[in-house]
């Protein structure tokens, strides 16, 4: 007969929560162990080897000791007294592990033992989870039980990925065990929480979504449990024939010039005008989406049949929007998606909905109004409807503001030299390709003044060497749209121009030179390492060759060429060495947006003529150039200011 084969136990299932099973034996033994007994005695005089397999040998035995004796420390750290975690954590402090006496064992057990009782939603989750769990858990705020179901339950299938090193294996098995403690915890996990992704498939199918008036339509608290509204983006959204507009008050009896049957025809229609500006369609399609669903769900009437007093009942609702509205940011497919965002501190309550409603501000209100009475007036003129209500509301009030750029995360000149110089370093280390490509974005922005859309969009066979440059002072010049579709052409500086050639070599493609009137094509800026998300292989699909090297270059888009700056800029706030906390904070504090700022700001202190400046960042008026210019007036004068304060301070001493 054969030997049973032995089992590493790296190749075990990784158990994430604390074993709660102990015996009186174990405990007796682990007693001896404290009082520096020999394993293999302790295994011989307590255990027998044929029912306990880790007394079968020393290894084992003392492997299974001190893996008890970590659970019982980390029960007392949570539940016992505070003279005993202090010692404890002295004692590990200065041995690396606790050394425990008869009396500090004692209590050590009495803890553990007491703790031994029913997890509760306020039970710390170290009292639950292994240490390692723990602390990564309580890196996203997540001090208590009942917090991490309702984490669970307000990220979905999804929840996992913003905690560091729990992946989709131990998160699943964490799911199982609160799904095992429902009953003692008095708490549900949402069915939809341990959902496994597919390859290629979305977790929910992008089936049509039939939403209906909800027989709350207040929102407020009720003697049974509010339940989850059930919404759906405009895409995916179905709306009952009552509610259609099929038959609305408000339909329009002439010849109608589009060819629609209800609101959702009429909407899409409308939309339709935007297909080829992206920016303006997906935010006309918030605005538009959170409308109709506000029309049919809260209001229980057709966009069609809606008159003046719903119009300021919405106008009313933009500035304190339903809970059930509201929920932090999720895929359109997903069930969880609501129409509004929930600011990254709000929180949710047990039934999953938002505790707390996102606040827009009034320009974000009038901004709202002002797309709706265009959309409404366009139906008007295509003779879709009769009318336009939002004509007799007026517009949210909002104060006018003396500056209409933020432009305070700027860098100062020393800041943004010290960047520099960090990024080519960094960029030249070997294997280094996320450094090159987030030089070569940050100095495109930085010194040519881009938007982060700008650069997002930018093309090789747009850039070409200028008509005024020399030998000693090379010019190259970009050709971009920008906003409100307006075409200019800027500069882009020798530095600009090596970070991108080292960025074209780490995707293997040759950047060379205009020859014959025929440049290399293609983004300027492109992911060298592909995400193996359902999204990004979508946009990047492989090519003929099969590699991710040869993909379809489809580039950067605004949002992910925001986060891999912000994620890289993290980094260098964390290693960056010569950096003061002030530079650290201002650091801390850019975004991708902060180095068009730069831009402006250096140039003006420079002395750049402003209109030069303005023809480079592509600004319509002059006034919101000079913006740059008040702010290096402002920083002139806050220097002067020290500088008397210091002679303030010498002549008093």
């Given at each position: 007969?054969?030997?049973?084969?032995s089992?590493?136990p790296?190749t075990?299932?990784?158990?994430?929560?604390?074993?709660?099973?102990y015996?009186?034996?174990d405990?007796?033994?682990?007693?001896a162990?404290v009082?520096?007994i020999p394993p293999?005695?302790?295994?011989?005089?307590y255990?027998?080897p044929?029912e306990?397999?880790?007394?079968?040998?020393?290894?084992?035995?003392g492997?299974?000791l001190?893996?008890?004796?970590?659970?019982?420390?980390?029960l007392?750290?949570a539940?016992?007294?505070k003279?005993l975690a202090d010692?404890?954590?002295?004692?590990?402090r200065?041995?690396?592990q606790?050394?425990?006496t008869?009396?500090t064992?004692?209590?050590?057990?009495?803890?553990a033992?007491?703790?031994a009782?029913p997890?509760?939603p306020?039970?710390?989750?170290?009292?639950w989870?292994?240490?390692?769990?723990?602390?990564?858990l309580?890196g996203e705020?997540?001090?208590?039980?009942?917090e991490?179901?309702?984490f669970?339950?307000?990220?979905?299938?999804s929840?996992w990925?913003s905690?560091p090193?729990?992946?989709r294996?131990?998160?699943?098995a964490i799911?199982?065990?609160?799904r095992r403690?429902?009953t003692?915890?008095?708490?549900?996990?949402?069915?939809?929480?341990d959902?496994?992704?597919?390859d290629?498939?979305?977790l929910v199918v992008?089936e049509?979504?039939?939403?209906?008036?909800d027989s709350?339509?207040s929102?407020?608290?009720?003697d049974?449990?509010?339940?989850?509204l059930?919404l759906?983006?405009?895409?995916r959204l179905s709306?009952?024939?009552?509610?259609?507009?099929?038959?609305g008050?408000?339909?329009s009896?002439?010849f109608c010039?589009i060819?629609?049957?209800?609101?959702?025809d009429?909407?899409?229609?409308y939309?339709n005008?935007?297909?080829?500006?992206?920016?303006?369609?997906r935010a006309?399609?918030?605005?538009?989406?959170?409308?109709l669903?506000?029309a049919?769900?809260?209001?229980?009437?057709?966009?069609?049949?809606l008159r003046?007093?719903?119009?300021?009942?919405?106008?009313?609702?933009?500035k304190?929007?339903?809970p059930r509205?509201?929920?932090?940011?999720?895929?359109?497919?997903?069930?969880?998606?609501?129409?509004?965002?929930?600011p990254?501190s709000?929180?949710s309550g047990a039934?999953?909905?938002?505790s707390?409603s996102a606040?827009?501000?009034p320009?974000s209100?009038r901004?709202?109004?002002?797309?709706?009475r265009a959309?409404?007036t366009?139906w008007?003129?295509?003779?879709?409807?009769?009318?336009?209500p939002?004509k007799a509301?007026?517009?949210p009030v909002?104060?006018?503001?003396?500056?209409v750029?933020?432009?305070e995360?700027a860098?100062?000149?020393?800041l943004?030299?010290?960047?520099?110089?960090?990024?080519?370093?960094?960029s030249?280390e070997?294997?280094?390709?996320?450094?090159r490509a987030?030089?070569?974005?940050?100095?495109?922005m930085?010194d040519?003044?881009?938007?982060?859309?700008?650069?997002?969009?930018?093309?090789?066979?747009?850039l070409?060497?200028?008509f005024?440059g020399?030998?000693?002072?090379?010019?190259w010049?970009?050709t971009?749209?920008?906003k409100g579709?307006r075409?200019?052409?800027?500069?882009v500086?020798?530095?600009?121009?090596?970070?991108?050639?080292?960025?074209w070599a780490d995707?293997?493609?040759?950047?060379?030179?205009v020859?014959?009137g025929?440049?290399?094509?293609?983004?300027?800026?492109a992911?060298?390492i592909?995400?193996?998300t359902?999204?990004?292989?979508?946009?990047?699909?492989?090519?003929?060759g099969g590699?991710?090297?040869?993909a379809n270059e489809?580039?950067?888009t605004a949002?992910g060429l925001n986060r891999?700056?912000?994620?890289?800029l993290n980094?260098?706030?964390?290693?960056?060495n010569?950096?003061?906390?002030?530079?650290r904070?201002?650091l801390g504090?850019?975004?991708a947006h902060a180095?068009?700022?730069?831009?402006g700001?250096q140039?003006?202190?420079e002395?750049?003529p402003v209109?030069?400046?303005?023809?480079?960042?592509?600004?319509a008026?002059?006034?919101?150039t000079?913006i740059?210019v008040?702010?290096?007036?402002?920083r002139m004068l806050e220097?002067?200011?020290g500088y008397?304060?210091r002679l303030?301070?010498?002549?008093?001493i």
């Open positions: 007969m054969a030997e049973p084969r089992v590493s790296d075990l299932p990784e158990k994430l929560t604390l074993e709660r099973g015996t009186s034996k405990f007796t033994a682990l007693r162990y009082q520096r293999a005695v302790i295994a011989r005089t255990y027998d044929d306990d397999p880790h007394a079968a040998t020393s290894v084992a035995m492997r299974h001190n893996r008890m004796l970590d659970t019982l420390v980390q007392a750290l539940h016992g007294s003279a010692y404890l954590r002295a004692s590990i200065k041995h690396g606790p050394k425990l008869a009396v064992f004692r209590m050590v057990t009495e803890a033992q007491l703790a009782m997890p509760h306020d039970h710390p989750i170290g009292a989870l292994r240490p390692r769990v723990t602390r990564r309580k705020g997540i001090a208590t039980l009942g991490l179901v309702a669970c339950n307000r990220r979905g299938a929840w990925r905690i090193r729990i992946g294996g131990r998160a699943r799911v199982s065990w609160l403690q429902q003692a915890l008095g708490l549900t996990v949402d069915a939809d929480v959902s496994v992704e597919q290629c498939l979305p992008a049509l979504v039939e939403v209906v008036p709350n339509p929102g407020q608290a009720t049974r449990p509010t339940r989850r059930t759906a983006p405009l895409e709306v009952p024939h009552a509610l259609s507009g099929a038959n008050e408000n339909r009896t002439a010039y060819q629609a049957k209800h609101d959702l009429a909407v899409r229609a939309l005008r935007y297909r080829d500006q992206p920016k303006t369609l006309y399609t918030k605005e538009l989406e959170r409308f669903l506000w049919v769900v809260l209001r229980g009437k057709a966009l069609s049949d003046v007093d719903d119009c300021e009942a919405y106008k009313d609702f933009l304190s929007p339903d509205f509201v929920g932090e940011r999720f895929a359109r497919h997903s069930p969880r998606w609501r129409p509004f965002a929930l990254k709000g929180t039934d999953g909905s938002a707390r606040t827009l501000s320009d209100q901004y709202a109004v002002r797309a709706l959309a409404f366009w008007v003129d295509v003779r879709y409807l009769a009318g336009n939002w509301v007026n517009d909002v104060v006018k503001r003396a500056c750029m933020k432009i995360r860098l100062p000149a020393d943004w030299r010290k960047l520099r110089d960090e990024l080519d370093a960094r030249a070997e294997g280094a390709r996320q450094w987030v030089r070569a974005a940050i100095l495109l930085g040519s003044g881009l938007r982060r859309e700008e650069a997002a969009i930018a093309r090789r066979e747009n070409s060497p200028s005024y020399t030998l000693e002072r090379p010019v010049e970009l971009i749209v920008g579709q075409e200019r052409t800027v500069p500086s020798a530095a600009t121009l090596v970070a991108l050639r080292a960025h995707r293997r493609k040759v950047f060379g030179a020859e014959d025929n440049p290399p094509s293609g983004p300027l800026l992911p060298v592909i995400p193996s359902d999204a990004s292989r979508r946009r990047h699909r492989k090519g003929r590699s991710a090297l040869h489809a580039g950067y949002d891999l700056i912000g994620r890289m980094e260098l706030v964390e290693t960056m010569a950096l003061s906390l002030d530079e904070m201002r504090r850019a975004n180095f068009r700022h730069t831009f700001t140039s003006v202190a002395e750049v209109d030069v400046v303005q023809k480079v960042l592509g600004h008026s002059l006034q919101t000079t740059y008040q702010a290096e007036k402002k220097e002067i200011a008397y304060s303030q301070t010498l002549d008093d």
